[in-house]
C-alpha cells in the first residue's frame, strides 16, 4: 500500500527546504579553523627540509640526517601536541619489515609510519574513524639516490606540516568520531607505508568514514608563474577498476551511480564545508582518483573499499619536484622551502580542519539506502536503515539532474522516519542520495541508494 509513503509525503513537504550547499556554521568549527597557523606550518616544513634526505632507504638513525631523524622529529612533534592538549593524542611508531619489491624497495627494509589518534567519544568500540594522512618521505631525481639532498619542501612536507597542525589544533577538541593523524613512509618507493596502515585497518575491520590524502599542497604558483591561492584540486574516483565488481557497484553501474561512488559523494560533501568555512578556498573536485602518471597514498586505501579523497595544489612545478636540487641554464630545479605559500598550506589545512570537525560530529551516513523500484510509478520513495545516533535530528533526500556534479535540491525528513516520498520527482530523471544530520547542522556524506526490487 502507498498510505505510509503518502503520510510521510505530507510531513515531508512540511519541513523546511534549504540550500544543499550551506550546512549552518558551527562556532566551535569556525575557531578551530581560525586557529590553524601559516607560522607552525611553515616551522614543520623548514624542520623537515632540514634533514638531508628523507628517502625511505636513508640513514634510520634518529640522530642522523635522514628518515630516522625526520620521523623522530614527526613523532616529536605529535607528542607535544598531544601534551598541549591534555596527552590525549595517543601516539605511536607503526614500524613494519618491507619486504623486498624491486625495483623501488631492492631489499628488505624496516619502514616506520606514525600514526597519533584522537579517540572519539562515542563509547561504541567499533567506532567510526576518519584518517588525515600526508607521507613524511621524499626522493631526488634518482627513486633510488639515498644520500643526495631530497629536501622534498612541497612533496610533502607540506603535507605532513598541515598533519601536524591539524593534530596540534583538533586534539584540544572533542569529537563522537575518532580521528588518526597519519605520517607515512614509503610513498616515493610504492606507496609502501599507507599500503601496509590500509591493510591493517581493512584486516581489523576498521570503520573508516573518510580518508584525506594531502600531498604536494605547498605552492600556489604554477610553472608558468601564474598564482592561484583560490583553489585546490580534490580527486576523488568514480567507478574502481575492478576485474569483478561485486553485486553492489554492478548495480550502482547500471542504476547511472558512476559519479556517486562513496569517495564523490565524500568530495560533495567536503566542497560544501570549504564553502562554509573556508570561502577563500574554492575545492575544485576532479572526477578521477589522480592524475595521469602519478599516484598517492589515497589509493591503497581506495583498493581496500575506503571512501578515500587527494588534495593537490592546483598547478604542479615539476621542475621542483623529485628533482636535484640545482640550477641548469639558468632554471632552478628542486623541492625547496622558498617556493611554498605558508598562507595557502594553511588554507588546504583550514578544509581539512573543518571537514574533519564536521564529519566527526555529524552522525555516521545512513546505510542500507534504497531507491524502491518495484513498479512504473512517477514520485520516487526512499527508504533506509535508522542511524543509531542520540545526537541525530534528521535527514535530508538531496537530488540532482543526472549531468549535474552537485547537489541541487534537498528535502529534510524527521528522525523517526526510514522511508520517505518525494512526490513529483522520478527517479529516472535525477540522481537521489540519502545524508543524516544532527540539530547543530552537520551532515554526513550522502548515499547513493541501491534499486529495491521489492516492496
Ligand atoms: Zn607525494
Known amino acids: 500500500m502507498r498510505s505510509s509513503a503518502l503520510i510521510l509525503t505530507a510531513a515531508v513537504l512540511a519541513a523546511p527546504c534549504p540550500a544543499a550547499d550551506s550546512p549552518t556554521a558551527d562556532p566551535e568549527i569556525r575557531d578551530l579553523v581560525a586557529a590553524i597557523s601559516p607560522e607552525r606550518i611553515q616551522r614543520s616544513v623548514y624542520v623537515l627540509t632540514s634533514f638531508k634526505t628523507r628517502h625511505t632507504l636513508s640513514d634510520p638513525l634518529a640522530s642522523g640526517d635522514g628518515i630516522g631523524g625526520a620521523a623522530s622529529w614527526v613523532r616529536a612533534e605529535f607528542e607535544r601536541a598531544s601534551k598541549d592538549a591534555g596527552g590525549r593524542l595517543r ?48 626522493r631526488a631525481t634518482n627513486p633510488l639516490d639515498v644520500t643526495g639532498a631530497a629536501p622534498g619542501a612541497d612533496d610533502d612536507a607540506s603535507g605532513v606540516a598541515a598533519v601536524l597542525e591539524l593534530a596540534h589544533v583538533l586534539s584540544r577538541h572533542k569529537f563522537a568520531a575518532t580521528i588518526v593523524f597519519l605520517a607515512v613512509a614509503g610513498e616515493e618507493q610504492a606507496l609502501n607505508g599507507s599500503t601496509h596502515w590500509a591493510k591493517a585497518a581493512r584486516e581489523r575491520s576498521a570503520d573508516i568514514e573518510a580518508m584525506l590524502d594531502n600531498d604536494i599542497i605547498g605552492s600556489s604558483r604554477a610553472e608558468d608563474g601564474s598564482v592561484d591561492r583560490g583553489s585546490v584540486r580534490l580527486f576523488a574516483q568514480g567507478v574502481p577498476p575492478e576485474a569483478a565488481p561485486d553485486d553492489h557497484l554492478l548495480d550502482l553501474i547500471r542504476n547511472g551511480g558512476e559519479n556517486d561512488t562513496p569517495p564523490r559523494e565524500l568530495a560533495r560533501a567536503i566542497r560544501e564545508v570549504a564553502a562554509a568555512y573556508v570561502p577563500s578556498l574554492k575545492v575544485r573536485v576532479i572526477y578521477r582518483a589522480d592524475r595521469y602518471l602519478r599516484g598517492g597514498d589515497h589509493l591503497p586505501f581506495l583498493e581496500r573499499g575506503y571512501p578515500a579523497v587527494r588534495f593537490t595544489e592546483p598547478a604542479e612545478d615539476f621542475r621542483r619536484q623529485h628533482q ?58 526512499l527508504r533506509w536503515d535508522a542511524v543509531p545516533d542520540g545526537n541525530l535530528a534528521g535527514y535530508r533526500i538531496v537530488w540532482r539532474e543526472t549531468t549535474a556534479p552537485y547537489w541541487e535540491h534537498a528535502m529534510e525528513v524527521p528522525k523517526d522516519v526510514t522511508r520517505a516520498t518525494v512526490t513529483g520527482v522520478s527517479k529516472d530523471n535525477v540522481v537521489f542520495g ?19 526490487r521489492t516492496l
Open 434 to 452: 540519502v545524508e543524516a544530520f544532527d540539530a547543530a547542522g552537520h551532515s554526513s556524506p550522502a548515499v547513493f541508494p541501491a534499486a529495491r
Open 91 to 138: 601516539v605511536e611508531r607503526d614500524t613494519f619489515e618491507q619486504p623486498p619489491a624491486p625495483p623501488r624497495i631492492p631489499q628488505a627494509a624496516s619502514l616506520t609510519n606514525i600514526v597519533a589518534t584522537l579517540p572519539g567519544t562515542d563509547p561504541d568500540p567499533s567506532a567510526r574513524t576518519l584518517v588525515v594522512s600526508a607521507h613524511y618521505d621524499s
Open 324 to 381: 636535484d636540487v640545482r640550477v641548469e641554464n639558468g632554471v632552478a630545479y628542486g623541492d625547496t622551502p622558498d617556493h611554498l605559500d605558508f598562507g595557502y598550506v594553511a588554507d588546504v589545512a583550514r578544509v581539512n580542519a573543518a571537514t574533519l570537525a564536521v564529519l566527526a560530529k555529524a552522525p555516521a551516513p545512513p546505510r542500507g539506502v534504497q531507491i524502491e523500484a518495484a513498479r512504473l510509478e512517477n514520485d520516487t520513495t
